[in-house]
Structures are given as C-alpha cells and as structure tokens.
C-alpha cells in the first residue's frame, strides 16, 4: 500500500487515540474515494435490469434535468483536471505515486456513469431516482473527511500544499453538495405516460425517493383527516397495478398456465404407456419405468405455484428488507456495550462517545426505514392475494357446472371468499418470519454465547420450556371461545325471538320470564369469560416474566458457576438487550406455524374449488349438448316465433329441457341450437339487491315508453303505489320486501324488457293468483302478447292457457311422448289427455289454494291490509324471512349508517296506518326509521366516564395503583442489577452475590405477581361492566313502549346485543390492558433516563410534542379509514353469494363479464379504503419511530456529556431502556386508536340503555283486588288515542258501556280502528284524553302487569317461541301437569301432543316452524284456556288459516267462556251473527252499536257489509 500511496495507510496514533483525530492522506485518497464508486457499480447491473423492465414513458427535458448533467459533466471534467495534473507532474520529473492516476480516474468514470444514469432514468420516466441519491449522499459523506483533514493541515502548516489540487478538491466538494441537493428534488410525471384519468390519483407514483422512503406523501391524507372526518370522496384511487383487473389477470394467467402444464403432462404418459404395450419390446425394465414415471407426472394444478409466481417476487423484495433489518438489529446491542466500555474508560478521548452516539441513531434510523419497506411490501402483497383470490372465486363461480355448485353451499363459497383469503393475507404479513426467526435465533444466541459462555443455555432452556406452556394455554383458550361463541349465538338468537315476537310478550305480560331467561344464558357466556380472563392473566404473566426469568436464570447461572465470573454492566446490559431481541421471534413462531396450518387448509378449500368442471362456452352455440341423465334423446324442433308449451309431471324434465337449451346441463351425446339472444325466467325468482328500476332493466339502456309498457303487461303498476319508493324502491337480498308474485312477475318483466330473440318461461305463472296469470299470459306470453312474433318456451302447469298455445310437448320421464297442438292431443287420447284429466281434477282445489296463499298480493294491491300487520305481517310464509332481512338490513346499517331508501317491513307497516290522506303518506313513510347516525370525529370523555363508572371507579382506581407499583417494582430491579454491576471487584471476584441474585430473584417475582394480579383485577372489571352495561340494556328493552319498536328495525337492536356487547366483552378489556402496559413503559422509561441523565429534561418536551401531534393526526385518519372499509367490505360478499344463487340467469342474460366489472369495483371500493389504512400505520411507525430513535440519541449524548459523573451501570441501564422504548411508543399510539375506535360500543349501548320507558309494571300500593276483573265490565269514557305524538287519532271521543258476560264483535273497514281498540285496553297504546274503567277500576292507575295479566288475548298473528310447548303455555310454571292437559284437550291439542315422545317437552322450534299454523293458533288458545280470565279479546285472523281451525276455536270460546265477556274483532260476520251485540266503527267513531238483528233491519253499514258477504 505504501509504494501505491507514497505514504502508510493506517496510523492509529494519528486516528484514534488522540482528541483531534484525522485519516492519512493513503486511507482518504484509496477508501475514502472509492467508496461511493463501489456502491454505484454494484448497484448498476441490478438498477439497469429493473429500469428495463419498468418503462413509464419519458420525461422531457427540464431545467432540473439540464442542471443535473452540466453539473456531472463540470465533475468529470474537475477529475480528470486532476489525472492530467498528475501527467503534468509526470513530464516534469516529480514522479507522483500511483494513487494519483488511479483515484481521478476511477473518480471521474464514476461521475460520467452517475450522469449518463441522470439523462437513462429521465427517458425510461424514473421521476426520483433513489440510486443516485445515494451515490450522492455516499460522495458527500466520504469527502467530508479530507474536507476537514485539509483545512486542518492547511492551518496548521500555515501555508497551502499542492495548490492545484486543492482547489480541484473544494470545487468537486461544491459540486456533489448541489448535486445531492437537485437529486432530491423530483421530476415532471413522465410523458406519453397512460392518462391518469382518476379525479384523486394516488401521489404515491409521482413522489420522490425520500417521499416514499419516509412516506411523507401520505401527510396530506393524514391532515385531512385531522381537520374533517374522511369521506368516500376523499380517497385515493388505487395505484394501477393493485387493482383487481390487473392482479386477476395475472392471477388467472399463471393459473392457466398451471392447469395446461399439467394437462400436458398427464397427455405424454399416456401417449408413452400406450406405445409401450402396443410395441411389446423390453418385458422388464421401461415399463417399470414408465410404471414410476406415471405416478409422478399425475399430479394436480397446483394454486399455490402460481401464486407464488404471480406475487412471488414482488414479496421477495421485502424479504431482502428484513434480512438487513434483522442484521443491523444486532448492531446496537453491540454499541452499547463499546459504550458501557467508553464510559468505564475514564481517559478516552470525547469524540468516541459522540461517534457512538451518533452511530448508534443512524442505525436504529435506518433500522426504521428498512423495516417499515419491509411490512409495506408485505401488507401490499397481502392485499394483492386477497384481491386475487376473491377476484379469481368469483369468475369461477360463474362458469362451474351445477353438479359442482351442489358439491358446496353458497354460504361455503363466500366463506372461501371472505375467510380462506383473509386468512393468506394475515399469514403473508409475517411469512417472512419462518426464516427470520430462526435467524435472529441464531444471531442473538451467538452474541450471547460470546457475552456470558454457556450459562446462556440455562436463559434459552427457560425460553423453550415457556413454549409449550403458553401454547397450552392458547389451546385451552380457544376451546373457551368456542364454548362462549356457542352461548351467544343462543343469546343471540333468543333476543331475536323476543324482539320478533315482543308485542305478544307485551299483551300477554311475560317479560319477566324472558328477561330471565336471556340473563340465564348471559351468566354462562360471563362464566366462560371469566375463565379465559384467568387463562389470559396467566399468559400475560408468563410474557411478562419470561425475559426476566430469562435473564435471572442465566445471570444467576453465570456467577454461580466460577466465582471467577464477573457479572460487570456491560455483561448484564447487552445480554439484557439481546434477550429483548430473542423474544419477538420466539414469540412469533409458534404462531406463524399455526397460521401456515391454517393457511394450508384454506388452500386446499380454494384449490378444490378452482378445480371443479366447468361448463362449456360453446355447448349451446355448436349445438352440443345432452342433458345429465335427466333427457333421453329428445328431438325437437320449434320454430322461430311460436309458442311452445311444456307439460309434465313433477320431475319429468321440464326445467331440466330448459336449462339444457341454456347450456346449463352436462353434454354426454347429441346437439342443441340455440339461434338468437335468450332470455330466461327461471322457476324461482331471482332478484338482485337494488332498486326495482334496475332489476328490471339489468344493464340495458333506459327507454321510459318500452319501460312503460313492459310494467302494464306485467301488472306492476298497482304494486308501484304500494311500495314507498315507486320502482326507486330498494329491494332487499333475494328480493325480501317482496311478495312472491311480484318477485316472479319482476323477472318476467326483466326477460320482456330485454327484448331478446327467444324466450325460456320456467313456470313463471305458478307464484301469481289466477287473476293476475290471466292477465299477465294475456298481456305478455299469449297469441296477442307483448311477445308475440318471439320464439317463446313456456314450462306450465296450469293447463287453462293450453288451449291457446301453439304447440304441446309432453314430457314423460325425461323423454317426449307425444307433441302437437292442442286439439290433436286431444284426439290422441295419450299421456296428454291422462294429464288433463289428473289436473282438471286439480284445477278447482288448485285454483282456491293459490288464491289462499296468494290472498295477500291482492290484497296488498288493493292496499287493504289492516292495521294487523302491527300485530303480524300477513304472510306466514315470508314473515321469517323477512325478519331475517330486517336483521341484515340493520347490521349493514350499523357498520355505515343506513341508505336513507333501504326499505323494511317496519315500513310497510306505517303506510297502512288508518286515516291518513293517502298523499302525505309515502313521505311519512320514509321519514319512520331513521338512519342510524355513524360517530365521527372524537370521541368525548364522558363515554370513557361512563365506562370506569360501569367497571367501578375504586377498582379503576386499584388497578392504575397496581399499574404504577409494577413498573416501580421493574425500575428497581433493573436498578438493582445496574447497582450489581457497579460493586467493585476484589481479587477477581464480586462478594454477597447470593443476596444480590436472591433480591433481583425477589423482585422480578413481584413484578410478575403484580403483573398478574393486575390483569386479572382488570378482566374481572371489565367483566363487571360487561355485566352492568347488558342488564341495563336488557332491562330498558323489556321496559320500551310498543311505539319504538315499530320505528327500530330488529336489526339494529339486535346490533346493540351482538356486536356492540362483544367489544364491551373481549375487545375493550385486553385493548385497554396493552394501553396502560405500553403508557406506563413509556413513563418508567422517561423517569429512568432522566434520573441518570437529568439533563434530558430539556428534550422530553420537544418530543412530547412532536408525539402528540403525530397521534393525533394518526388516530383521526386511522379511525375513519376503518370504519369505511368495514361499510365496503359487506358489499362485496353480499354481491358475491347473490351472483352465486344467480347464475344461471346472468349466463342466460350473456351478463358475466359486467357482473365481473360490478365485483372488481366493490372489491377496488373497498381497498382504496385499505390501502391508506395500511399505509397510516407505516406512516405513524417512521414518525412514532423517530421519536423513539431521538429518545435513544440523546440518551447516548448526555450519558457522554455527563461520563465523568456517571457510573457505568447507570448508562447501560437508561439506554438499554432507551431502546426498548420505541415499541411501546408505536404500540401505545395504535392501542389509543383502537381504544378510541371501541369505546364507542359503550356509547351505543347506552344510547339504548336509556330510550324512554312505558309505565312501571306494579304499582306498590295500587294492585287491584285478586279477583278482579269479577265482573268483567267495560266502559270507555270519552275516549281518544293516537299511535305516536304527531300522527292523528285513531279512535275520537269513544264512549261505551259493555255489560259483564256479553259478546261483542267489532267490525269496521280497514283502518277503523277496531285493533287499536284492544291495543287500548292492554295501554299497549296510552290514552290522549278519556279513560277506560273495567269493573270501575281506571286501568290508568294501576300498574301494566297487573292489567295485562288480568286479560285474555287471542291474537291474530300466533306467536311461538324456541322451547318446550310447556314454556309456551306457562312460562312461570304456575299450573300443574293436569291444569295443562285439561285446557290441550279442550283446545283439541290432546291428540298431537300425546302421540309426540316427548310430550309436554315437545320442541318447538324457532316461530313454531314445526307445526302448521292451524296448530300454532289451537296453541294460542290453549294460553287463554289457561288463564281464563274475565276478559277476552280475540282478534280473528286476516287471512283464513284453515276454516276447519277457526270452527273448532269458535266452538271452544262459545261453550268455554261462556259466562266472559267477549270482544271479537271479526273479518268473516258469519262468526258474529249470533252475538249479544255488533259495534260498528267507522274512522275511528262508533258508527252503529246493536243486536245484529236490528242492526241488518236499519240498512246501515253493517247491512251493507253482510250484504257482500251474502248473509243478508
């Protein structure tokens, strides 16, 4: 080196120990020079390969540009002015060394690189350039050295050496600087780049190198927030390679790619086995070859590979990421320990504690940078393959066969979907663990190893043993959580029977014993809580304890093994730091294990899934077809524009003939022809959850006159004006709101609308009344139908159309028996005319039940419904369902707040409400539910109030004590070991180390028993609150007047049950634990580098401010990006399984690729809210981060500046706590938001917790004698009433007096009044002015259930709740076995309920779905029977059941309450004729009131009525 330089390389004397330190020329004109080219070349072979792969388009050529290059140009040239001086030298006899060629050279080859770089970059569109910024940096940093190295010989000699070069130095120094300084500014977006047409582009392709190293772009969002709540116009757009398109491509390219591989394969062993046993050659060994070679090549695509190819690389990128960050996360330990050594060394020369220092922030700086690019590539890749498997589900999902779609549920499918792909994307996120881990195992043991020798093992044999501890504990947790699940789901479902069925609870005064029953359950579910909050206190015990454990074990080993062994600060400190390090990866493994298991399974599902058959595009178009076993050869031919009916049996083949003409069936032999567009109809309607415009119009263009026309023929007109919306009505999922006939008669207007070339009909006339099918084959199918001149197949059974049709097939066990017109079957006297006869028979029976079931489509055209529907929604059928559509209705609703136009039954229900004009109606209807409002902005104190109240303030109190104690308990036994360490050392060895091992032992069990007994105080209050919180939500809802119940949809109660109760349950409890854990770290931390550094004081507030101001900006954004995803992720799935049950009309439709687009949006929707998300977090990391790296820097710098007063203990203690700081600052930060996000479920529950309540149920001192009501006399007293404040009076000063024993029936038309009446008399409404007396007791006085429970009610709607018929009969077990056999028998129940097993504990499932409704209502009477009571109100039901049922109740109440007063409110008056007296009402007046004798006699209204029934 020293013939290269002309001088020595290296002079320690001259570099290190010395105050002023300074390199040799040597080491600055080799090292120092090539540094930076080094890094440039390396860099380039890779740079250049991805600049080739990435073109965006160019740039042109700016000012910025044009100065890049001049200055690289001016730099090539300084250096070679430099190689020619030295030519110069060279002519002039003063030989230089070698070096001086060299150095310019290579200096000046670098430069013109870096600059051709500049102009390479701008024509491939690279607008920042991270590459060059280092070289950049790198240059800047390595001339900084002979800068000061120069001035300093300069000074010193007092005069200038080799000027020339001199001045070429400074020149070049000038020159990098402004270099450094114009790279970091970026250039114009590139041109001829794609358009960016999005309104809101994301800024992240367009920032520069550092924006995205520090991602500083996502402030602009982050201040946004700040100042308003974020809303959906707010958001980015995605970048273009995240969205679904691109990705599914991919995706789907690999994948085929993958499948045909594989094809290919199997295809060769089989061409190479059949040669083989054709040509007979070798007996022996190829065929055993070939026997081999077939088992391996079968093998199945497999998904996984072309994932890996898809994502594969991009994932790879990060996984380089967090190999530097794991290496450079054990350079600090080691700095530390150079430190503990510098300070114990009391003449070092200051600048090394400074070098360390600074050192030491550079690389946890850089650790941060790196680590955060490590997490962004995998969070984006994470999203990327959840995008790419919903999105390729999804396609497959619409081209499967049906054989396949049998093979799995629907509900399975969009678990694929929604669970299997989330499942990858959390597994992707610390993947990179599997190796890392290991790793950093690995590392941390080695540096050990050199720190301590091989007591190390004892620490790491404490670590492994906790292993398998924590992971029982996580077993056994789990086991309780699916036992908890199971409680709720009961709890749960129990709310909705009660909520569905709360009027009937009401009227029959039951509450008690429901509420009993829920808070039975509730006990469990708290029971199990419990248990898992003892397990959980245990494993926060074990986490806690275990680095101490660790470090105990060992350090006791350690000095315990050779009195020889010293335990000195820089020992105790760094393992300290390293045992820090050790715990993340041990932690972790176990778990990614377990997620990897998980993952595999979800990959199998998946993997199956995308294997199944798929139908063939061209199956119908070149005719090939023939249907699964269903069809034998059938040849057929229909010419283009008739009408063809289809006519069969059940299960003959008729649907299955259709579908094969869609190309739905599987083809075994023959051919099918399709010639046109089709339109189908299929047997059961489907209709998609959007308003009913847009389900008619599916995808075509709006044309109002075709539109028009097509809702005449399809009599929706009339159904039009129910709704409340007019055809802007939303429908909900399976199209719930409504009726079958409508729903069947919009699918047909669908198929009229779309004005295709054939027309497949699947029994489209089936779901309508026979009216309405007249109408519609009339208008649209018939000979003189909007159809006409169309090629139409129409499946039937009604066989009134055949006449007019033009051709008959008949189907007989999938074959055609015969076909022709009409009369020419006829003649034949075949399968057909058989058919006929069986159906004619049928025809009338036929004709009476549709009309039964479909009673309400007409009725609810002619808007006749009653004011019953309050007590039950008119079609027995539907109802569940439409229970069920209010639940989701209202989930939806509370993640995002409710679509104003979402239309429920509760709705329906209002526009029936009497007397209104009929105008104002339809706003008032809109204006009954109210949409949920969503919380934004913060959230206020009081709500954290309310909690701490809920949990109990002193046990608050207790536990933030307890807090404090822990973390005094774990500053003192870190003090205790840094106060160890400082014990002098005498003849080798440390005295009285058993008593320093024993208290150090002493107090970090103390910590940890603390430790424990503060979660487990903490669980069991949040258990309490739990507890507190439920019961008064349950008990208010038990309390609520019937009026907010008909304005609350189901759903959104139950929401306060389900969801909003499980955060209070297990979400809030551990997010608050981690908070206070984190906060109080960051507290001890603060104390102890300011007890042993007091000058760090001055930085706390700076800092402190800079945090504050970061959260906030954080938690804001943070929050609300969460709660829009969560409003945009349901869309997707329940787009996804309506697709699914769907198919087959979207395919018919030729509608696949817009419902693909439909997808790709929701699911793009729902990522631009994610992808911020992703990125708030790596944006708080870096700030968070830097802060904590900050705490570290100063820590390092004071310990220097104060080393002469400081011990060597004391430092190694405030950094070591310095270091670890910067998680549980992160982590404080993210639990804030999280607590932030969550206490709001508290606030909503308390919201329901204190709805108004109606009168107390028993009045003390205002109970009615027991035997009241002896008489049972009534009298309404100028009576008014009113169904909420705003709304007009139902019934108008009534005055009546019914004597005791009589039997009134009450008739009216609809809207009358005549059900208000009863809901009067059980103040489920309360009076406006007037009173009702019975037996001259004022109902208003006494107490609700003391009145209720006192009347009988029958309803009309009968109401069954899950569980034995006993409970349903006699919830509080007040009557004997006997009591409730007697009143079976008397309601003719003896019979079904004896021949049962189980008899009186016979269940009824949920509505009473196992008996018919005839049985469901006997039981309602039964109830009366049994309590028999002076009152009885019966409120007949709408719609006949089944007369046979109603004569025997009719039958029973005449001879069993014989001597009660009656009051019946009728619909049929043969039921009334003989009654003691009729009270007519009309418009909410008594209208007529008398024997019905003289009421027929006075021609009145009750004349006219018993007119159209034909009584009179």
């Given at each position: 080196m020293e013939v290269f330089c002309g001088s020595r390389f290296w002079d320690s004397n001259l570099s290190i120990h010395t105050d002023n330190p300074d390199l040799t020329p040597c080491f600055q004109n080799t090292i120092l020079a090539w540094i930076p080219g080094i890094y440039l070349w390396s860099a380039l072979p890779f740079y250049l390969l991805y600049l080739k792969h990435n073109k965006r388009g160019y740039i042109v050529l700016s000012v910025l540009s044009r100065f890049k290059t001049l200055l690289g140009a001016l730099l090539w040239c300084v250096s070679w002015a430099d190689l020619f001086y030295s030519f110069h030298e060279l002519l002039q006899d003063r030989t230089p060394p070698p070096v001086y060629f060299v150095t310019p050279l290579v200096v000046g080859i670098t430069v013109l690189l870096a600059t051709l770089l500049i102009q390479y970059e701008r024509l491939r569109g690279v607008q920042s350039s991270g590459v060059l910024i280092i070289f950049w940096f790198l240059s800047v940093l390595c001339a900084v050295g002979p800068f000061r190295s120069k001035i300093m010989t300069t000074t010193a000699q007092g005069h200038v050496n080799e000027r020339f070069r001199f001045t070429t130095f400074y020149i070049y120094f000038a020159l990098i600087i402004i270099e450094l300084i114009l790279s970091c500014f970026k250039e114009k977006p590139p041109f001829f780049s794609p358009v960016n047409t999005n309104p809101n582009p994301c800024p992240e392709s367009t920032s520069g190198f550092l924006s995205r190293l520090t991602f500083w772009w996502f402030t602009s969002l982050a201040i946004l927030g700040y100042k308003r709540p974020l809303e959906d116009k707010d958001l980015w757009s995605l970048n273009e390679e995240d969205t679904s398109k691109i990705i599914v491509q991919q995706l789907n390219r690999e994948w085929d790619k993958e499948k045909a591989e594989c094809k290919q394969k199997e295809d060769v062993t089989y061409m190479k086995k059949s040669n083989y046993v054709l040509n007979h050659v070798g007996d022996g060994p190829e065929e055993a070859e070939v026997l081999i070679r077939d088992k391996q090549h079968n093998r199945k695509p497999s998904f996984l590979k072309a994932m890996i190819r898809t994502f594969g690389p991009y994932f790879l990128i990060g996984s380089f990421f967090k190999l530097i960050q794991d290496l450079l996360s054990f350079v600090n330990p080691q700095l530390l320990s150079v430190l503990i050594s510098f300070i114990k060394n009391k003449d070092a020369p200051a600048w090394w504690g400074f070098l360390i220092a600074a050192l030491m922030f550079i690389c946890a700086v850089l650790q941060t940078l790196i680590l955060h690019q490590h997490f962004q590539y995998c969070f984006v890749t994470g999203m990327r393959l959840r995008t790419g498997i919903t999105g390729v589900i999804y396609r497959k999902s619409l081209v499967i066969t049906n054989s396949a779609k049998r093979s799995s549920t629907v509900g399975e499918i969009v678990n694929l979907m929604s669970v299997d792909a989330q499942r990858f994307m959390d597994l992707v996120t610390f993947l990179n663990m599997l190796w890392s881990a290991p790793l950093q195992i690995f590392l941390a043991l080695y540096f050990l190893w050199q720190t301590l020798g091989p007591s190390v093992l004892a620490g790491v044999a404490v670590m492994v043993l906790l292993i398998p501890f924590n992971s029982a504990i996580a077993m056994k947790t789990r086991a309780f959580q699916v036992e908890q699940m199971r409680h709720k789901d009961s709890r749960i479902k129990l709310m909705n029977e009660i909520l569905g069925g709360i009027k009937v609870l009401k009227l029959y005064a039951w509450e008690p014993s429901f509420s009993e029953k829920v808070l039975e359950i509730r006990k469990n579910e708290l029971q199990v809580l419990k248990k898992s909050a003892y397990l959980n206190s245990l494993s926060n015990f074990a986490w806690v304890s275990a680095p101490f454990l660790v470090a105990l074990t060992t350090f006791a080993v350690y000095v315990s093994v050779d009195e020889k062994n010293i335990l000195d600060a820089e020992k105790a400190f760094v393992s300290l730091s390293l045992f820090n390090i050790l715990k993340f990866p041990l932690s972790m493994l176990p778990q990614v294990i377990g997620n990897i298991a998980q993952a595999s399974v979800s990959l199998k599902r998946i993997q199956q899934f995308l294997s199944h058959d798929e139908l063939d595009p061209k199956c119908v178009e070149t005719k090939v077809i023939a249907p699964a076993c269903f069809l034998h050869s059938i040849n057929l031919l229909v010419p283009s524009g008739a009408l063809v009916a289809i006519v069969g049996h059940v299960g003959c083949g008729k649907s299955s003939l259709v579908s094969a003409l869609l190309g739905e069936m599987e083809k075994l032999e023959g051919e099918v022809a399709v010639k046109g567009s089709v339109a189908y109809v299929p047997q059961q309607a489907w209709i998609q959850n959007a308003t009913l415009k847009d389900n008619i119009l599916f995808g075509q263009a709006f044309n109002d006159q075709k539109y028009q026309n097509v809702l005449e023929a399809c009599a929706l007109k009339t159904d039009l004006e129910v709704l409340p919306g007019g055809d802007q009505t939303e429908i909900g999922e399976k199209g719930i709101n409504l009726s079958g006939g409508q729903r069947q008669r919009v699918s047909l207007a669908r198929a009229v609308y779309s004005g295709s070339d054939i027309y497949l009909l699947d029994d489209p006339l089936s779901a309508v009344d026979s009216h309405v099918a007249k109408h519609i084959f009339d208008k649209v199918i018939g000979p003189e139908g909007a159809l006409k001149g169309k090629t139409r197949i129409l499946v039937t059974h009604g066989i009134s159309f055949l006449p007019q049709v033009d051709h008959i097939v008949v189907l007989v066990d999938g074959k055609i028996s015969e076909m022709g017109s009409y009369q020419d079957l006829l003649k034949q006297n075949k399968a057909f005319a058989e058919f006929l006869r069986n159906y004619a028979l049928d025809e009338d029976i036929e004709e009476d039940e549709s009309t039964m079931l479909e009673e309400e489509e007409v009725l609810l055209a002619e808007d006749t419904l009653s004011i019953h529907t309050d007590l039950a929604d008119n079609e027995p059928v539907t109802n569940e369902v439409r229970k069920q559509f209010l639940r989701q209705l209202s989930v939806i609703s509370s993640e995002g707040g409710e679509c104003p136009n979402k239309m429920s039954t509760k709705?329906?229900?209002?526009?029936?409400?009497?007397?209104?004009?009929?105008?104002?109606?339809?706003?008032?209807?809109?204006?009954?539910?109210?949409?949920?409002?969503?919380?934004?902005?913060?959230?206020?104190?009081?709500?954290?109030?309310?909690?701490?109240?809920?949990?109990?303030?002193?046990?608050?109190?207790?536990?933030?004590?307890?807090?404090?104690?822990?973390?005094?308990?774990?500053?003192?036994?870190?003090?205790?070991?840094?106060?160890?360490?400082?014990?002098?050392?005498?003849?080798?060895?440390?005295?009285?180390?058993?008593?320093?091992?024993?208290?150090?032992?002493?107090?970090?069990?103390?910590?940890?028993?603390?430790?424990?007994?503060?979660?487990?105080?903490?669980?069991?209050?949040?258990?309490?609150?739990?507890?507190?919180?439920?019961?008064?939500?349950?008990?208010?809802?038990?309390?609520?007047?019937?009026?907010?119940?008909?304005?609350?949809?189901?759903?959104?109660?139950?929401?306060?049950?389900?969801?909003?109760?499980?955060?209070?349950?297990?979400?809030?409890?551990?997010?608050?634990?981690?908070?206070?854990?984190?906060?109080?770290?960051?507290?001890?931390?603060?104390?102890?580098?300011?007890?042993?550094?007091?000058?760090?004081?001055?930085?706390?507030?700076?800092?402190?401010?800079?945090?504050?101001?970061?959260?906030?900006?954080?938690?804001?954004?943070?929050?609300?990006?969460?709660?829009?995803?969560?409003?945009?992720?349901?869309?997707?799935?329940?787009?996804?399984?309506?697709?699914?049950?769907?198919?087959?009309?979207?395919?018919?439709?030729?509608?696949?690729?817009?419902?693909?687009?439909?997808?790709?949006?929701?699911?793009?929707?729902?990522?631009?809210?994610?992808?911020?998300?992703?990125?708030?977090?790596?944006?708080?990391?870096?700030?968070?981060?830097?802060?904590?790296?900050?705490?570290?820097?100063?820590?390092?710098?004071?310990?220097?500046?104060?080393?002469?007063?400081?011990?060597?203990?004391?430092?190694?203690?405030?950094?070591?706590?310095?270091?670890?700081?910067?998680?549980?600052?992160?982590?404080?930060?993210?639990?804030?938001?999280?607590?932030?996000?969550?206490?709001?479920a508290v606030e909503r529950i308390k919201e329901y917790s204190e709805t108004e309540t109606e009168a107390p149920w028993i009045i003390e001192g205002k109970s009615p004698p027991e035997d009241w009501p002896s008489k049972g006399e009534l009298e309404f007293v100028n009576y008014s009433v009113r169904y909420r404040k705003g709304l007009d009076l139902v019934l108008k000063g009534l005055n009546l007096h019914v004597h005791g024993g009589e039997k009134i029936g009450i008739v009216g038309r609809t809207g009358a009044g005549k059900s208000s009446m009863t809901l009067c008399l059980f103040r489920i409404l309360e009076a406006v002015k007037g009173e009702i007396k019975i037996d001259g007791v004022k109902i208003s006085e006494i107490g609700l259930h003391d009145l209720r429970s006192r009347l009988t009610i029958i309803p009309q709607d009968p109401v069954l709740f899950s569980g034995t018929l006993r409970m349903n009969l006699d919830p509080f077990n007040k009557y004997s076995d006997e009591e409730i056999w007697k009143a079976l028998e008397l309601s003719h129940l003896k019979r079904f309920v004896s021949s049962q097993p189980s008899m009186l504990d016979y269940e009824c499932s949920e509505g009473g779905e196992n008996l018919s409704v005839g049985q469901r209502q006997l039981i309602c009477l039964a109830r009366a029977l049994l309590r028999k009571t002076r009152i009885l109100v019966l409120d007949e039901a709408t719609a006949a059941v089944d007369l046979e049922t109603d004569d025997l109740i009719q039958m029973t109440i005449r001879t069993q309450f014989e001597d009660c007063t009656v009051l019946t409110i009728a619909h049929r008056l043969n039921t009334i004729m003989d009654y003691t007296r009729v009270l007519v009402l009309d418009n909410g007046t008594i209208a007529e009131f008398d024997t019905p004798t003289s009421l027929i006699a006075a021609k009145g209204i009750f004349y006219s009525m018993a007119k159209d029934a034909g009584l009179a």
């Open positions: 709705r329906r229900v209002c526009e029936k409400k009497p007397a209104e004009p009929p105008l104002p109606r339809k706003n008032l209807s809109e204006k009954l539910i109210q949409a949920e409002t969503t919380e934004t902005g913060t959230v206020k104190l009081s709500v954290f109030w309310q909690y701490v109240k809920a949990v109990s303030p002193v046990i608050s109190l207790v536990i933030c004590f307890l807090y404090c104690c822990q973390n005094a308990v774990a500053i003192g036994a870190n003090v205790w070991l840094s106060d160890w360490t400082n014990e002098p050392v005498i003849n080798g060895t440390q005295h009285n180390t058993t008593m320093r091992i024993g208290v150090y032992a002493a107090l970090g069990l103390l910590q940890g028993l603390i430790v424990l007994i503060c979660s487990f105080t903490l669980a069991m209050g949040g258990i309490n609150a739990a507890r507190t919180l439920h019961a008064a939500l349950l008990e208010n809802k038990f309390h609520t007047p019937q009026s907010f119940y008909d304005t609350t949809p189901t759903g959104r109660i139950i929401n306060r049950f389900s969801k909003d109760i499980y955060v209070i349950d297990e979400v809030i409890p551990p997010t608050i634990l981690m908070f206070l854990g984190t906060f109080f770290t960051s507290l001890s931390t603060m104390i102890v580098i300011i007890a042993s550094t007091p000058l760090f004081t001055v930085v706390i507030i700076p800092l402190a401010v800079l945090y504050f101001f970061v959260q906030r900006f954080y938690v804001a954004t943070s929050r609300q990006l969460k709660r829009l995803e969560s409003v945009s992720r349901s869309p997707i799935y329940s787009h996804f399984s309506e697709t699914v049950s769907g198919a087959s009309v979207i395919r018919a439709y030729r509608r696949v690729k817009s419902f693909v687009d439909i997808s790709d949006m929701k699911i793009d929707e729902n990522l631009k809210s994610y992808y911020p998300g992703i990125v708030s977090n790596r944006w708080l990391g870096i700030r968070v981060e830097f802060v904590g790296n900050c705490i570290v820097l100063f820590a390092a710098l004071f310990a220097v500046i104060g080393k002469n007063s400081l011990n060597a203990g004391l430092v190694g203690l405030s950094v070591s706590y310095a270091l670890q700081v910067t998680m549980s600052l992160n982590w404080m930060v993210r639990m804030a938001s999280e607590l932030e996000t969550n206490i709001v």
